[in-house]
Structure formats: structure tokens, C-alpha cells
């Protein structure tokens, strides 16, 4: 099946400083990935849309100079947390879509990395 | 109106019982439908896709009522191993949308 992996798993920092959040595709190629953030008790929501080559789409209300996004490879995409406050503490999940998809369904399956807490003291 | 809307729950059930919730959806453009469970403090896991004419997988059964635009799920027979957050999931112009997700606890 599909494995996407992200690292680090969890993280804690200092206020101020900013944190790399690393999301791969490990048997598959993606030339989308998606970040999410996840609040306690919230609903996964879409921070942006991360395109090979291409610069990520952010969603409104997210900051694009704090929220930095590289999707170097058709295998990796990476989130920075530029200069990280208490309040970007969350759970941040990436996913990928798989190349060469065909059905319908498939095409709209998203495969999810296990997730990254993030704890800015 | 938040896009995608489900009960939060908790239903709290013994094993053996059916439990069903729906969510709603606002967006009547909205193109697929999915049900992810999520585990404490995990990555949610595609649980089922819904089609128009319902399907079944196992013990879960998904309906999708377009003209009302909702989903349900049904478990029979809930294991000790169903309790989870279930997240009701819609795409909509290939992009997922998340409910806060129903919450099931099912007891001994």
C-alpha cells in the first residue's frame, strides 16, 4: 500500500524559532501533497497545497511568508514554521495523491503521514 | 455554515449494538465522499468511500443522499476496536473537506 512518512513526529521549541516539518512519499510518487493543521478536537484543516515544482497554494487566512512551503522532489515536500509562537502549536499532517490513479475514487484518495505535534513553549 | 457538519458525539454503545450518524455537507457542487477514522492522537485512515447507491464493507454501510446533502455510516455488530473519531470527509474541486468527526466509544 501507499506510506507517506513525516519527521520529525514531534517536536518542541523555543518561541522564536522555526521548525522544519518533513513529509515523503515512500513507495509512490506525489505530485501534490497537502499540509493540514488539526487543533484539539477540531476538524483536519487544509493549510495549503503543495505542487512538484511549482509554488504551494495557501488557503486564506494562511500566511505564506510563515508558513513556508518546498516541494523539492516528486517524493518530498516540506513545511517550515517560520519564527514559531504557542499559538502555531498543533498537530500539522501532510498527505499526497499517488501519479497515475484511475478511477474516479482513486483519483481523490489522499494517503496521510502519521502526523507531527508540534509544542512551541 | 461550516462546509462539512457531523454530530460530535460521543455515542457511547455496548459490543454487539449498531450505531449510525450522518454528517451533512453544504457545498451541493461537492464531487466524492469518503469516511476516514481517526485514532487518538493518529493520521486518519480512509475507512470507506460512499457512492450514490450506498455500499456496504463488512459491518459499515455508507449511504449518500444527494438532494439532502448527507452521509451516514452504520456499524453492526461494534467491536471493542470500532472505538474511534469518525471523520466525515467531502472533495470538493479535488480538495478535501474535514467534519470535526463523531466520536464512538463502544464498552464491554
Known amino acids: 500500500g501507499a506510506v507517506v512518512s513525516q519527521h520529525p513526529s514531534w517536536v518542541i521549541c523555543k518561541s522564536g524559532t522555526s521548525v522544519k516539518i518533513e513529509c515523503r512519499s515512500l513507495?509512490?510518487?506525489?505530485?501534490?501533497m497537502f499540509w493540514y493543521r488539526q487543533f484539539p478536537k477540531q476538524s483536519l484543516m487544509l493549510m495549503a497545497t503543495?505542487?512538484?515544482?511549482?509554488?504551494?497554494?495557501?488557503e486564506q487566512g494562511v500566511e505564506k511568508d510563515k508558513f513556508l512551503i518546498n516541494h523539492a522532489s516528486l517524493t518530498l515536500s516540506t513545511l517550515t514554521v517560520t519564527s514559531a509562537h504557542p499559538e502555531d502549536s498543533s498537530f500539522y499532517i501532510c498527505?499526497?495523491?499517488?501519479?497515475?490513479?484511475?478511477?474516479?475514487?482513486?483519483?481523490?484518495?489522499?494517503?496521510f503521514g502519521p502526523g507531527t505535534r508540534l509544542t512551541v513553549l | 455554515r461550516k462546509e462539512v457538519e457531523q454530530d460530535p458525539g460521543p455515542f457511547n454503545v455496548p459490543e454487539g449494538a449498531t450505531v449510525a450518524f450522518n454528517c451533512t455537507y453544504s457545498n451541493s457542487a461537492s464531487q466524492s465522499f469518503f469516511w476516514y477514522r481517526q485514532d487518538c492522537r493518529k493520521e486518519p485512515k480512509l475507512l470507506m468511500s460512499?457512492?450514490?447507491s450506498g455500499n456496504e464493507d463488512g459491518r459499515f454501510t455508507a449511504q449518500l443522499n444527494r438532494a439532502s446533502q448527507y452521509i451516514s455510516l452504520l456499524i453492526r455488530d461494534s467491536k471493542l476496536s470500532d472505538s474511534a473519531t469518525y471523520l466525515c470527509v467531502v472533495t470538493t474541486d479535488y480538495k478535501l473537506s474535514f467534519g470535526a468527526g463523531t466520536t464512538v466509544t463502544v464498552r464491554a
Open positions: 513507495d509512490f510518487q506525489a505530485t501534490t
Open positions: 503543495s505542487n512538484e515544482g511549482s509554488k504551494a497554494t495557501y
Open positions: 460512499v457512492y450514490s
Open positions: 498527505s499526497a495523491k499517488r501519479i497515475g490513479q484511475g478511477s474516479f475514487s482513486s483519483t481523490d484518495t489522499q494517503y
